[in-house]
């Protein structure tokens, strides 16, 4: 008896041969156990692959925000940049659009606060002004405001200022419950993504 | 400085609506080639900064959701190429199903870690295209479409994929 291929089996098995090869395999279905069998474990294997797919673990909103906030931010880079050249084969692949990308995720100029303290996280809405709002009026607020990231606790206030010769500043909670300011400074055209983030302990 | 033109508040706004419809599709199926969360965030943004820097094809809905994808497909598929890396969070990561007895639970993060290990054997084009047509269950021609390849292609591809992965699975479970 001549069997149909491996390939064609797992071909078989995830409706994806054409017509005529599927009436071929089918033909010999009937009357073959032995690839009966490994259609059916291709099958299950298919099943099984949709069932175990992984989803990710993550606090979406927060997540969305941030991408949006990032995506937003790369966009203006690009504009202040200019248009995109146009690509010809055999040219360096270094686009701006690869250039703004990357100064985005390699240029993190942030400053980072390591503070012992519990926090009740609650993103706001409005990207433009991101703020951690804490549990009680006694503790500690992060806020991006234009002129820069300011961090109050009680009546004692620091800030993290922006650099005055900017664009717009794209603000957001991270992930990891912080606050993020980003901009492209207009002289150097480098994006900045300055960030404060609260690590807490018992 | 070379200021190019900003975009007026209606394509902004149309470029807000395009992020807002498509952002957790296409992190989705970027996450399931590249395995985690923080690659497929750095990849999905990428991939809209590269989509929206060419508002022009946005016009058109459908085409622009199909163009989103490859853009996302080629993204990973670059990146998967430059590192060759593939890790899927810690199983204890990963989300459990509430009606699930512990016996469950094992045996389905057993299963996971099968196929996580499986799925790490493939060639970044054999992977995505497993993805895209198994997990994503987009037809052939839309896989093809997606890896700017034939549909013949695509099938040796995608036969070679679950091959594999059979072979693997075989071979763990004996």
Redesign the interface.
Known sequence: MHHPN???L??Y??N?LSRLARLRVDWHLRTCGKCQQEVT??SS??A???R???????N?GR??A???A??RL??EA???????PTRHRGHAPWTW?AM??AA??AVAAGSEIWINHSWNLNPPNDQTTASLVPATAQEIWLEVKDSGIQMRNGDSVTNELHNNNRGAVVSSVNAQGGVSASYVD?ET?MVTVNTMNIYYGQ | MSEAAKPTPAALEQQNRFVEENLRRIFRQIYHMVGNVADAQDLTQEAFIKALQRSDQLKDGDKATHWLSRIATNTALDFLRRHGRYTFCEIDEAPEYECESPEEILLRGEQREYLEEGLGVLTPRERAALVLRDVEDLPAEEVARQLDCSKATVRSHIANARTKVRKFMSRRRS
Do not use: H, Q, S, Y
Request: glycine share 8%; with cysteine.
């Open positions: 491996e390939t064609d797992a071909l098995a995830g994806d474990e291709f294997l298919r099984e692959t949709v175990n797919a992984p989803e990710p673990d993550v979406w997540l969305a941030e991408m949006k990032n995506i790369g966009l690009g504009e202040c940049i200019g248009p995109l659009a703004a990308t985005l995720i207009r055209r």
